[in-house]
């Protein structure tokens, strides 16, 4: 787990709030794991955001949210490796808009195959962009 600061952890924990408004609840559950939460875990793994099929269980996506501290080369190391290689859905790491070069960098060092996601604050308002 990252070591944040208290207002990137209050962001990281509003990011996992605001994200869930934005995902296809349609046609997937979406379960939250924030702060030190255990509420959906994947053998013995608690991402930020799990996304099953609608009334299943078959984990569909996942979703890692980092903040600017939280993208280190521990975190891609010890979290986004093992989210990437060893469960089988979909992994989505979620950055600042402005870090999301740092990640990808981080990602092609240590050989994680992932999807991005960013996020922006506008007027105090949470705006994400699916890549």
Known sequence: ???????NNNLHDRVIAEIVN????EEHDVYTNPGNEKN??????Y????MTEKGGT?????????????????EANEQ???YANEIKATFYIVVPESSL???????QQVGVNTRFATYSLDNNNINFNFR
């Open 1 to 7: 787990m990252a070591q944040r600061n208290f207002d």
């Open 22 to 25: 934005v995902l296809n609840q």
């Open 40 to 45: 959906a875990g994947i053998v013995g793994n």
């Open 47 to 50: 991402p930020d955001v799990v």
């Open 58 to 74: 078959t984990v569909k996506f996942i979703l890692e949210i980092e903040t600017s501290d939280s993208i280190t080369l521990i």
């Open 80 to 82: 986004w490796k093992k």
């Open 101 to 107: 070069q740092k990640a990808k960098e981080l990602c």
